[in-house]
C-alpha cells in the first residue's frame, strides 16, 4: 500500500530512487532496498544491476551466528525474469544479482521524500532492526556539493534483544570493466575503502573510470576480491564465509583479469566486500556509514558524433566533477570529511519543504520531479554549464540539446540554481543562434560543433527570451542581462526577419500567421493563442529588459505587444476557449492530397496550452498578457472537456494514462471539427502538461480543480504501477514534468523582484489561517509562516537581502512592526507591501517578521 510518502508490498515494486548528483548520473535504491539502475558512465543503463552489489547485516553471539540477512526486502512479483539475456533474462527466474536466493526481510517500508528515502528493515523474531537512509546532498544554491558523483548509505542497527551482539555492517560493489578489472584497498584520511577499475585503459581515455566503496567507522574489515571461480563459485563463497563467525578474511590476486576468459553463467565480476563492525549492548543502536563514489572522468557524443572523431571518443570533454575531483578515492574523503554539513544541510531542505502546509499531492510532485536533476536526463559540462536531454532511453539520452521547447515548462531549477540555469541561456544564446537571430533549439555538443540546421521552434525561441527575464529578475544581475542583450534582441526580431523562411509575423503586426514549428513536433499554421501567447510575453519581457537598459526599441516591443493581445483576445476566443485560426482546407497550407486538410493542427480544439504563454508570464511575474477573464475560462474548458477517464478513451498514441486512470488530454474537440489527423499526442496524458494547466489553475484561483490533476497525476505514479520518482514522456526522467516546481510558487503566491529586491507571498486557498511554506529566491531559501497578524520570513541557507515584502494579508493594513533577529526595523506599509527605510540583510538563522 501507499499512505502518505510510505510504500509498503507491491507498492515498492516499480520504485527506483535515484541517488547522485547534479549531472554525474545516479544509482537507483530500489523498492525494497537493493541497487539497481546504475547509470553511472555518462550515458543511461536502466536495468544495470552492476554485477553484485548490495548490502548486508550479520550479529553474532559468544562466537556464533545468529542472523545474517541481505539488508533488502521482497522482490515483487513477477518472478518469470526480464530481458532477453542469455543464462538470465525471461524464462531464468529474477536476476542473481537481486539477490533474492538468500534470507532477506519480509517487512520493510519505504519513506521517499526526495532527496531522502529511508527505509526500516524489521522481522519479528530478529534480534537486529536495520533503518537505512539514503541521499545524495540536495543543497539550494549550492549547485557544487549538489553535483557529488555518490550514493551516501547510512544503515542505523538496533540491538532489540536481551543480549550482546557483535555487529557487521557489510557492502558489496562488483567492478564494473569487463577487461582487465583490478581492485585496490585503501586507508587514509580516516576513509577505509575499495577502488574498483580497469588496467586496459588510461585515465586519459574517455573509457576509463573507477568506483570507490567506503565507509568512515572506526573498526573495519575487508575483502578486496571475492573469490574467483565459475558456475555461481564466487557468491557461494560469499555467503559460507560471510555466514560464518568472524571478520571479513582478506582475499587479493595481483593481476587484473578479463570475464570474457571465463565460463560464466551470470558474470563473475570481481567484486569486493567492506564490512563496518561494532559490539551494540541490549537496547543500543549505532549508524555504519558507507558511500559509493564513481569518476568516469570523460563524457563523449555516443548519441550524434561529430565527424571523424572515432564516434565522438576524440572529442570528449571532462565531466565537471572531474575537474573538482582527481578519482573516487578524493571524492569519498570530501565527502565524509564534510558529512555533517552536507548531510544537516539536505535534511533542512527536505524538513522544510515537506513541512510545508501544501496539499499532500503538491508536495509529491514537486519533490518527486526534482529527481530527474540527478538522473542520467542531466549533464555538467566542463566549466559547469548545464545540459540537458529530454529524458532517457534505456541505455542512451533521449532527443538532445536541452531542447529549448521541453526545457521551457522546468522551473525547478532556476528557482533552486539560479547559476546553473542561468549557464542554459547563456549557452544558447552563445552556440544557438544564427546571424540572422534564428536559433536552433537542440545545442549540439561538445559546444562549438556546427549548429542543428533544423528549422527554428517558435515556442523555444520565444520561451527563451521569458526565461532570461525570470533569471534577471530572480537574480537580480543586470550586468548578466546586458551581456545576452544583444543575442535576445536578435532572437526577437527574428520574428519578422527576412530571412525567417517562415514569415511568423512576416507584417509586424503582433500576430504569429506563419508555419510555426512548436512542442508538440510539427508546424501549425495560422494564429493561436496558444503560440502567439509565447510570442506576446516574449514581447513584452523584452520591453522590460529594454526599459531598464534605456534601449529605445523597448516602445517598439510595447506596442507591438499590444497590439497582438488585442487582435488575439479578439479574434481567436470563442467564448469558452481559445482555438487555432485556420480553414483545415486553406489552399494556401500544405494539405494533404488524400485526406484533402492540412495535417497536425489543433483548429477548433481545446488544448491544453491554449494560454501557456499566460503562464510563463505569471511565473516569471509580467503579469496579465491576456484578458485574464477569457483565460479563466478557458481553463475551465479545459478542465471541463480534457479531464477524462481513460476508461472508454480511444487513443492511437503512446499510452502514459489507461484503464480508470484520469488525466489531462492534450486535445479535445467538444463542439465537433476533430481533424482527420489531429495534432500529435493529442489523445495522450502527459503529466509535464498537466502540471503547467494545473498550476495555472491554482494561480487563476481554481485551486480544487488544480489540486484535482495532480491528485490524479500522482495516482498514476503509485509506486506498484510506475516509478513515483520516474515520470516520463518520451522517455525517463522526462524534464518537461519539473514544471510541477509551479505548483509550489502558485499555491503559496511567491513573487520576486531581486532588481528592487522584492518578494512576495499569498496562499492560493486563502483562509488567513496559518501557511507555512519553502521559498528559494535569489541567493537564498528557507521557510515562509503566516499566522494571524504575523508574518514571518526565515533564512535557512544562502543569504537574502530585502527592500519589502509584499502579501494579499498585508492588504489594507497600514501600520506594522516589523523586526530583524528581534531588533525593530522602520517600514512603511502600504499597498500590501512593507517597504523596508533601507535593505536589510539576512544570513541564514536570521528571521524578519511583520506583525500587523
Known sequence: MKKGFVYTGRHTQEISFPLGGIGTGSIGLAGNGGLVDWQIRNRPSHMNLNGFSFFAVKAERDGQTVMAKIVQGDKQP?????????????????????????????????????????????????????????FNPFIPMNDADSSLPAAVFAYEVFNESGQALDVSLVGCVSNPFTEQSFNAAFDADGVSGVVLSTAAQTPDSPDYGELALTTDADDTSRQTYWYRGEWFDNVTVFWREFASP?????????????????????????????????????GESAVFRFAISWHFPWAYNYW??????????????????????KDARETASYLFANYERLSGETQLFKEALFGSSLPEAVLDAVS????????PTVLRLTDGTLYGFEGCHTDEGSCEGSCTHVWNYEQALAFLFPGLARTMRSADYLYNQYPSGKMAFRLMLPPGREKSDYHAAVDGQMGAIVRTYREWKLSGDTAWMRSLWPAVKRALAYAWHPDNEHGWDRDRDGVLEGAQHHTLDVEQYGPSAYLNGYYQAALLAAARMGEALGDEDAAAYSDLYARGRAWIDSHTFNGEYYRQMLDLTDACCPIDPELGQVKYQIGEGCH??????????????????????????????????NFVSMRGHANANRVYALNDERGLLVCTWPHGGRPLVPVPYADECMSGFEYQAASHMIYAGMVAEGLAVV?????????????????????????????????????????????????????????????RCFWSLGSGWGEVDMSAGTLRLTVLGGRMELSG?????????SEARVTLGGVDRRSIVAGGIAMLDKPAKLEAGMSLTIHY
Open 304 to 325: 550524434n558524433p561529430p565527424a571523424d572523431s572515432d564516434g565522438g571518443r576524440a572529442a570528449a570533454w571532462k565531466n565537471y566533477y572531474a575537474v573538482r575531483f
Open 711 to 771: 491528485e490524479a497525476v500522482r495516482e498514476r505514479y503509485d509506486g506498484e504501477k510506475r516509478n513515483p520518482w520516474n515520470e516520463f514522456e518520451c522517455g525517463s526522467h522526462y524534464a518537461r514534468a519539473m514544471s510541477s516546481y509551479a505548483l509550489l510558487l502558485a499555491m503559496s503566491g511567491t513573487e520576486f523582484d531581486m532588481t528592487s529586491g522584492v518578494i512576495g507571498f499569498t496562499p492560493a486557498a486563502e483562509q488567513g489561517g496559518r501557511f
Open 78 to 134: 513477477p518472478y518469470s525474469g526480464e530481458g532477453r539475456g542469455r543464462f538470465e533474462g525471461y524464462g531464468f527466474g529474477p536476476r542473481r544479482g537481486q539477490m533474492t536466493g538468500f534470507p532477506h526481510y519480509r517487512d520493510w517500508t519505504f519513506r521517499g521524500q526526495f532527496p531522502v528515502a529511508e527505509l526500516e528493515f524489521k522481522d519479528a523474531g530478529d534480534p537486529l532492526r536495520v533503518k537505512l537512509t539514503a
Open 246 to 282: 568472524g571478520r571479513l578474511r582478506e582475499r587479493t590476486y595481483t593481476a587484473p583479469r578479463d570475464l570474457d576468459a571465463y565460463r560464466v553463467v551470470e558474470k563473475n565480476y570481481d567484486t569486493c566486500s567492506l564490512g563496518a563492525h561494532r559490539t551494540l549492548e541490549p
Open 608 to 641: 491544453i496550452d491554449q494560454v501557456i504563454g499566460q503562464w510563463h508570464a505569471t511565473v516569471a511575474g509580467l503579469g496579465d498578457i491576456f484578458d485574464p477573464g477569457q483565460v479563466g475560462r478557458a481553463l475551465a474548458s479545459i478542465y471541463r472537456y
Open 368 to 375: 518527486a520531479n526534482l529527481s530527474t536533476l540527478k538522473s
Open 805 to 813: 515584502i509584499r502579501s494579499g494579508r498585508l492588504a489594507g493594513v
